[in-house]
């Protein structure tokens, strides 16, 4: 099987490539020329050169293959534009679609995001709870790419399938090092009450969940909830990491509400300006948005079975950053 993906250079890009590939898969990946691609090379990836917004670029890198996994997104990244975020996130999904259909792709897995449910609440979202049109650029293009993808494949009988990932995690991923750090040395802040829920899905049990879109013959036309099997409060895990590094949990807790407030200020004051914030909503989202999810769709029709548990992901996630002088 010969497979293109997209955002390749990526955390869970990069895993996945090098999954299809310890599965004997040929792997091509589409990467502009400033992506850190060594590794995926050395890994006997195929690297062609182009931008997922050049729609010319991402037609040229599909002929013969067979399966697309479209993870390619501008993501976390407080002080791009929203038509940056829109060139990428939704019209790099129509350009791959486009293209896929044309060139007889035989199955194509679209990567969304659990944020197109926003806020959770208090009872774990799924596939069929309510989808939220979003206020951040991030969200808002990945719903609005999502939505597409679904009528794209039906008008171009292009089969389909979409996997809203929960929060990936594992060596590599950085975007928890302030947290496992904080924690270590005993600098964490809790914001609020602790009580908010994630889910938080080890990058290898979501490679095995993307595989299973990709090959198993009831997921065209379907989408799933990719995660892991537990959904734990931030004060939970919290403590959970202080038993891994040492240091303690939390010193001081503070309301979440004035945060909110100097995140939406720093906002509105470094995105005209084209600086990432040094503190943003989605930041403060961490301690303030309900994020629990239920994956019992992808487990009963998929067969999707996490098989990472929360301490040991989280465990051989702090080993990685020891290893990496993060902590």
Same mark, same amino acid.
């Not at 917004?53 to 791009?80: C, S, T, Y």
């Not at 199955?107 to 959770?120: A, E, N, Q």
């Not at 939220?132 to 292009?158: C, H, I, P």
């Not at 829920?197 to 979501?206: E, G, K, P």
């Given at each position: 099987?010969?497979?293109?993906?997209? !955002?390749?250079?990526?955390?869970?890009?990069?895993?996945?490539?090098?999954?299809?590939?310890?599965?004997?898969?040929?792997?091509?990946?589409?990467?502009?020329?400033?992506?850190?691609?060594?590794?995926?090379r050395?890994?006997?990836?195929?690297?062609? *050169?182009?931008?997922?917004? $050049?729609?010319?670029a991402?037609?040229?890198?599909?002929?013969?293959? $067979?399966?697309?996994?479209?993870?390619?997104a501008?993501?976390?990244?407080?002080? =791009? /534009? $929203?038509?940056?975020?829109? *060139?990428? #996130?939704?019209?790099?999904?129509?350009?791959?679609?486009e293209?896929?259909?044309?060139?007889?792709? /035989?199955?194509?897995?679209?990567c969304?995001?659990?944020?197109?449910?926003? $806020?959770t609440?208090a009872?774990? *979202? #799924?596939?069929?709870?309510?989808?939220?049109?979003?206020t951040?650029?991030?969200?808002?293009? =990945?719903?609005?790419?999502?939505?597409?993808?679904?009528?794209?494949?039906?008008r171009?009988?292009?089969?389909?399938?979409?996997?809203?990932?929960?929060s990936? &995690?594992?060596?590599?991923e950085?975007?928890?090092?302030?947290?496992f750090?904080?924690?270590?040395?005993?600098?964490?802040?809790?914001?609020g /009450?602790?009580?908010?829920?994630? #889910?938080?899905? &080890?990058v290898?049990?979501?490679?095995?969940?993307?595989?299973?879109a990709?090959s198993?013959?009831?997921?065209?036309?379907?989408?799933?909830?990719? !995660?892991?099997?537990?959904?734990?409060a931030?004060?939970d895990?919290?403590?959970r990491?202080?038993?891994?590094?040492?240091? /303690?949990?939390?010193?001081?807790?503070?309301?979440?509400?004035?945060?909110?407030?100097?995140?939406?200020?720093?906002?509105?004051?470094?995105?005209?300006?084209?600086?990432?914030?040094?503190?943003?909503?989605?930041?403060?989202?961490?301690?303030?948005?309900?994020r629990?999810?239920?994956?019992? =769709?992808? =487990?009963?029709?998929? !067969?999707?079975?996490?098989?990472v548990?929360?301490d040991? !992901?989280?465990?051989?996630?702090?080993?990685?950053?020891?290893?990496?002088?993060?902590?």
């Amino acid at each position: 099987m010969r497979a293109l993906v997209t !955002g390749a250079s990526g955390f869970a890009g990069s895993n996945l490539c090098r999954t299809l590939r310890a599965r004997d898969w040929q792997v091509r990946a589409i990467a502009r020329s400033t992506s850190q691609v060594d590794a995926l090379r050395e890994a006997g990836v195929e690297i062609v *050169a182009g931008d997922i917004r $050049d729609p010319a670029a991402v037609r040229a890198a599909m002929p013969g293959v $067979d399966v697309v996994f479209h993870l390619a997104a501008i993501f976390r990244e407080a002080g =791009k /534009s $929203d038509a940056e975020y829109h *060139a990428v #996130n939704l019209d790099g999904t129509r350009h791959a679609i486009e293209a896929a259909a044309a060139a007889g792709v /035989s199955r194509f897995v679209h990567c969304s995001t659990v944020g197109v449910h926003g $806020d959770t609440g208090a009872v774990p *979202a #799924n596939e069929e709870s309510p989808l939220v049109e979003a206020t951040d650029s991030y969200n808002r293009t =990945k719903l609005a790419a999502e939505r597409w993808a679904r009528e794209a494949f039906g008008r171009l009988g292009l089969a389909g399938t979409i996997v809203r990932p929960t929060s990936g &995690y594992g060596p590599g991923e950085r975007r928890y090092v302030k947290l496992f750090s904080g924690i270590a040395h005993g600098r964490f802040l809790m914001i609020g /009450s602790g009580a908010t829920r994630m #889910n938080l899905a &080890y990058v290898d049990d979501l490679c095995e969940g993307m595989l299973l879109a990709a090959s198993h013959p009831k997921a065209v036309g379907e989408t799933f909830v990719l !995660g892991g099997d537990e959904n734990v409060a931030i004060a939970d895990l919290a403590r959970r990491i202080a038993a891994i590094v040492g240091g /303690s949990p939390w010193r001081v807790r503070v309301p979440a509400w004035p945060v909110v407030a100097a995140a939406v200020t720093c906002e509105a004051l470094c995105r005209p300006l084209g600086i990432e914030p040094p503190l943003h909503r989605r930041r403060v989202g961490f301690f303030t948005v309900q994020r629990a999810f239920d994956i019992s =769709k992808a =487990k009963r029709v998929l !067969g999707y079975r996490p098989r990472v548990a929360l301490d040991d !992901g989280l465990r051989a996630t702090a080993d990685w950053y020891r290893a990496q002088g993060l902590l």
